[in-house]
């Protein structure tokens, strides 16, 4: 794939170190992730500055997607945790702020997804679900334990049970890890794959050069296709902590 | 003029109450679920079905793991957490599946994700 200086599919998620720095024997560079990162944070942060600065009674374009967000999130956290659920809405909004100008800014060409490596979302699954257990535990004491507990089941197979829902726990971090990290990767290798394509096409000359347009088509689709997951998926990893809360907040 | 004072001040204070209910009511609808909720595409499912199945069997396989580690039982726990994992992804799915949220453990059948669900259908 590497030859005529082509470009293989999986060369985007390299990290590359900008400052290197360690720490203790640990390597915390300042690399292509941490920047796309603090881009992250820095544009969100902006726009909902920029956005909200006039505050308008009648909203422009800006003040209305803005507020359309925080609506959105509002409303999320309204309808899933409920009253109480308001103490973490400023954690869950910049969540979703992050996680979503994190997997915009990565569709821009030379950009980099930060996530699309499971470390990242690993570690911000690990976050809420470590957060989430505890607030938990603080709400509820020692009764939060009984969550595992499966009610009206035999007496015999209550051991297993109880594992099972342990595992079944321990899975969440995982599992909202896995998704985020899964469809940013399969998308981002999957736009590079038919860009790929496209240009191999048209390196044969003549008129076999024509045939580039049918992948050059399916770009725009697919790109199209990843402006709704990246959005769909700051949306998933959002409402799932939502739920998440909820459980902890209202055991059953 | 001055004898209309008492009645304005009157209604200004009505106007307040009213607008203090309204607030409130609207608090009060605000916890009133309107269950937004996951995707529900055939693909956006696929996906979650497939992840919860694969997380749940590599999340107690490493715990079996860990505990095999820890106990020198290796292959004792891998293999019996392995099926318990995978019990678990089942069980995960299942959840997902029937709507019962995310939830941890079993539910009684009336009881709802948010506890202002709960106070609605007492009311009807």
Not at chain 1, 50 to 68: C, I, N, T
Not at chain 1, 80 to 93: L, S, T, W
Not at chain 2, 35 to 51: C, D, F, H, K
């Amino acid at each position: 794939m590497a030859s005529e200086g082509m470009h293989s599919p999986v060369e985007q998620f390299e990290i590359k170190r900008f400052i290197e720095f360690s720490a203790g024997g640990y390597d915390i560079s300042f690399t292509n992730s941490s920047l796309f990162m603090l881009l992250a944070m820095v544009v969100g942060g902006t726009f909902l500055t920029v956005a909200m600065s006039k505050r308008e009674m009648v909203p422009g374009r800006l003040q209305g997607a803005a507020e359309m967000m925080y609506e959105f999130v509002a409303d999320m956290v309204r309808s899933n945790v409920g009253n109480d659920g308001r103490a973490y809405f400023p954690f869950v909004f910049t969540l979703f702020v992050f996680l979503l100008f994190g997997n915009m800014l990565g569709l821009i060409p030379y950009s980099y997804t930060f996530t699309s490596q499971i470390i990242v979302t690993f570690a911000m699954a690990a976050f809420v679900f470590v957060g989430v257990t505890i607030v938990g535990l603080v709400k509820h004491g020692l009764h939060f334990f009984s969550f595992f507990v499966p009610q009206g089941a035999p007496k015999v197979l209550i051991p297993f049970l109880i594992v099972i829902e342990v595992i079944s726990y321990f899975v969440r971090p995982v599992s909202l890890s896995v998704r985020l990290f899964a469809n940013m990767l399969a998308g981002h290798t999957m736009l590079k794959v038919f860009a790929g394509l496209a240009v191999m096409i048209s390196g044969a000359g003549g008129i076999a050069m024509t045939g580039s347009l049918l992948p050059l088509a399916a770009l725009i689709g697919l790109t199209g296709l990843e402006v709704l997951v990246a959005a769909l998926q700051a949306y998933v990893f959002t409402i799932l902590t939502c739920m998440y809360l909820n459980d902890a907040l209202h055991l059953h | 003029m001055s004898d209309q004072e008492p009645n304005r001040s009157e209604k200004r204070l009505q106007d307040i109450e009213r607008r203090i209910a309204k607030m409130q009511g609207d608090r009060d609808d605000a916890a009133k679920p309107s269950r937004a909720a996951l995707p529900v595409g055939m693909g956006a499912i696929l996906s979650r079905v497939a992840t919860e199945l694969v997380a749940g069997v590599m999340v107690g396989a490493f715990m079996g793991w860990v505990l095999d580690r820890w106990l020198g039982t290796s292959p004792l726990f891998l293999v019996l957490m392995f099926f318990l994992g995978a019990s678990a992804g089942m069980l995960n799915v299942w959840r997902m599946m029937s709507g019962r949220g995310m939830a941890t453990g079993y539910f009684d059948e009336h009881r709802q994700d948010a506890g202002a669900d709960k106070q609605e259908r007492d009311g009807e």
